[in-house]
């Protein structure tokens, strides 16, 4: 038997960053590239993306990749994954229309390295032929992707539910999926988000009767938030502003670019003179009025922030606008989002969620659908992915009840992002780790943000600063006027402000101190003032604040 490595870079233990590197012979491929988004505990960090050190290292750059659909936790580091791979990107329609202007935004000309695949089509790369499998989830042009290789074939789900009854008509190949069980599967990865709901996860259909009562209701302007990838949901919105008599209007980038993206590829009917620009909301009657925004997530710049606040250029909100939250809430966006909430009530909106009515539905597969997958591949082996370590969990103990008694066994195998997972004449096993974990982006300066950055933006955050400034005669050595400290993040209150005053006396005495060589060494007396002025504000308040020296020669 050939040797076939699979090893995870992200989304095992964590919800995105979703990304694999299969290796066989000579040749690499590897399945989505995304990101996940940082928290509040990472100061001044947009993004977090794989550790891409594994691919770096290997001694033949990978020779594809490929993208299952076009969710950001799945293509948001196309661009930091692109110079790594010396080959094409392989996907569907929409999924490259959503990569390309990510790949222009860093600079990069995809040239003819973009190629469009559709489901059931095949491909050869190197030593291995790869297959695209239709699955459905909540966005047009999803695949699943068989690897065939010289060991065997396996199969990534990528994100799925099983719709029966999708928007565009496009089902789930569960007759495929069944041919390559029959045939023979060696291992197959899929996707856990879910394993913790019961049963089967709704149509994309399944908001309709929610939506029809509101727009039946709403007297004033009606607003509606999802993911920007919602084309699905963008669809059933379009077609009930057309029963109900009103404009469409798109509000925030990402919901423009997604919209005109899926309109040109056929993926979005808006039927002529539907469609209005956010320019015309305001121009426009209230109750013939329909905004589909970004924001669902209470991202502080996004569309929908903007409009609560009152700051957007073009949308304002009355207090008979309904706004609706189409998307379930990110786990750590709460709180942002809840803001929001609070903002748009106090403009007198009424607010919808997803606890009030039914406006959401998951686009990952619940328990028994993912029963249905794995009972119609039956592999050799079954690696759950995509998901926090408990849905891991979970997922290989149902799994494992599903294959009790199947012949031959199912070996149910949990592995974490840079396990090197191995099969060979031994069988599958886990023959070692590769560097994995996550590197942090700040999108608005120069990349990647250390250890050290973000170890001094926390300091920043949770101690303030201080700069002291002293101006010392370079001839002399003798300090010119008073010395002065510039607070920034201390409390406002008597006992700062003598502390203030006393280490600028501290100041003084430091420097008369010391010897007219450390005193016209900037370098030396610049520590001398911030071991000092550290040391004094520990003692009298517990803080250690960030202490930065400014000294000006005269």
Same mark, same amino acid.
């Given at each position: ?19 694999? #590197? ?34 770096? *290292? ?8 490929? %993208? ?28 490259? #229309? ?18 469009? +695949? ?25 695949? #699943? ?18 719709? *029966? ?14 041919? &390559? ?6 291992? &197959?990865?899929?996707?856990?988000? !879910? ?12 908001? %309709? ?17 999802? @993911? ?31 919209? *005109? ?51 957007? =250029? ?18 750590? !966006? ?16 009424? +607010?919808?969620? $997803? ?11 619940? $328990? ?25 969990? *979970? ?27 191995? @099969? ?13 974990? =996550? ?12 250890? $050290? ?32 400290? +510039?607070?920034?993040? %201390? ?25 007219? $060589? ?5 370098? %030396? ?5 911030? +071991? ?23």
């Amino acid at each position: 038997m050939s040797t076939l490595d699979v090893v995870p870079l992200g989304g095992l233990g964590e919800f995105g960053m979703n990304s694999m #590197a299969i290796s066989t012979g000579e040749t690499t491929v590897v399945i989505d590239a995304g990101v996940m988004f940082a928290g509040p505990e990472l100061p001044g960090v947009d993004l977090l993306i794989p550790d891409l050190t594994y691919l770096q *290292q290997l001694p033949r750059k990978p020779a594809a990749l490929l %993208l299952t659909h076009g969710h950001e936790d799945h293509i948001g580091a196309v661009p930091y994954v692109w110079p790594l791979v010396d080959g094409p990107i392989y996907a569907t329609p929409l999924t490259l #229309a959503l990569v390309r202007p990510k790949l222009e935004e860093h600079g990069i000309d995809p040239g003819d390295r973009l190629i469009a +695949v559709s489901p059931r089509q095949r491909v050869r790369i190197g030593d291995c032929e790869v297959e695209f499998l239709r699955v459905t989830h909540s966005m047009p042009d999803c695949v #699943a992707i068989a690897v065939h290789t010289p060991a065997g074939t396996i199969i990534h789900t990528g994100d799925f539910k099983i719709d *029966q009854t999708p928007i565009d008509g496009q089902h789930f190949d569960l007759h495929r999926f069944a041919e &390559l069980g029959g045939a023979g599967v060696l291992a &197959l990865f899929a996707d856990s988000t !879910n394993i913790d709901r019961k049963g089967f996860t709704g149509s994309e259909r399944d908001v %309709l009767e929610a939506f029809e009562e509101i727009f039946t209701s709403a007297p004033g302007k009606l607003i509606v938030t999802a @993911f920007a990838s919602s084309v699905y949901r963008m669809q059933i919105l379009v077609d009930l502003a057309g029963r109900f008599g009103r404009k469409v209007a798109f509000v925030g980038r990402g919901m423009v670019e997604t919209s *005109q993206a899926a309109q040109r590829l056929g993926y979005l009917s808006l039927p002529a003179g539907r469609m209005i620009r956010d320019t015309d909301v305001a121009t426009t009657p209230p109750g013939e009025v329909l905004c589909i925004t970004t924001g669902s997530q209470g991202e502080p710049f996004s569309a929908l922030s903007r409009i609560a606040i009152d700051d957007h =250029r073009y949308v304002k909100v009355a207090p008979d606008d309904t706004v609706v939250f189409s998307a379930r809430a990110i786990p750590g !966006n709460e709180k942002a989002i809840g803001q929001v909430y609070n903002h748009l009530a106090r403009r007198g909106a009424e +607010v919808i969620y $997803e606890g009030i009515k039914h406006v959401h539905v998951s686009g990952h597969g619940s $328990e028994e659908e993912l029963k249905l997958v794995l009972s119609l591949v039956r592999p050799r082996y079954f690696i759950p992915i995509h998901g926090e370590y408990r849905q891991l969990s *979970q997922h290989a103990r149902i799994a494992e009840r599903v294959t009790a008694g199947v012949e031959p066994p199912v070996k149910v195998m949990l592995v974490e992002n840079g396990d090197l997972l191995r @099969f060979d004449d031994a069988g599958a096993h886990v023959a070692g780790k590769v560097p994995a974990g =996550r590197v942090l982006i700040d999108s608005t300066g120069s990349g990647e943000v250390v250890d $050290e950055v973000l170890r001094d933006r926390r300091h920043l955050a949770e101690d303030g600063l201080l700069v002291p400034v002293v101006a010392i005669n370079k001839q002399t050595g003798e300090i010119e006027g008073d010395p002065d400290v +510039v607070g920034r993040g %201390l409390a406002q209150d008597a006992e700062s402000a003598e502390m203030l005053r006393d280490s600028a006396r501290l100041l003084s005495e430091v420097i008369h101190s010391a010897s007219i $060589e450390e005193r016209t060494d900037q370098g %030396l007396i610049k520590e001398k003032l911030r +071991v000092e002025l550290r040391r004094f504000f520990r003692k009298r308040s517990g803080r250690r604040p960030f202490v930065l020296p400014v000294i000006m020669e005269i």
